[in-house]
């Protein structure tokens, strides 16, 4: 049974991890979905760093002839937060990157593809809080549906 595209994406940022790369520290990674109500506003940044997950877009693609697959592209968004600087988080913006780009191949069970597509800086520089956006993108290839 093939992983669910949030925990997937826990999982390849929590295992993939080089805490060398970001000054020794490795985030908190989470489903925002399973943090409990009002947390993703009030974490302690003052001595980890955040990662948090969620889906933002599910899109199935019927190919052309054959009517029985699908081809499905699940987007996920993951939101780096920290208060440890700017430099600190391209430090984490680096390993996200390499991370998914390391993945980008597929499993061979679970995804196809994986794409870093694009990132928005979100930072709040009055509040010390640096924050920045990335989506990727999960692709499954001919996913028969019964």
């Known amino acids: 049974m093939a992983l669910e595209s949030v925990e997937l994406i826990k999982g390849i940022l929590t295992d993939g991890w080089n805490r060398g790369n970001t000054d020794q ?11 409990e109500a009002g ?4 974490l302690d940044l003052t001595n980890k760093d955040a990662i948090l997950l969620y889906e933002t877009v599910h899109n199935e693609e019927q190919p052309e002839v054959f009517y029985d697959f699908v081809h499905t592209r699940i987007n996920v968004t993951v939101d780096a937060r920290t208060m440890s600087g700017r430099k600190h988080l391209m430090k984490i913006e680096d390993e996200v990157r390499r991370i998914i780009h390391s993945k980008r191949k597929g499993d061979g069970a679970n995804f196809d593809r994986l794409l870093y597509k694009m990132r928005t800086d979100l930072s709040d520089r009055t509040k010390r809080l ?17």
């Open 39 to 42: 947390r993703g506003k009030r």
């Open 130 to 146: 640096h924050r920045m956006t990335f989506q990727v993108e999960i692709v499954i290839f001919s996913e028969l549906i019964a």
């Open 25 to 35: 520290r490795t985030p908190i990674v989470e489903d925002i979905t399973t943090v």
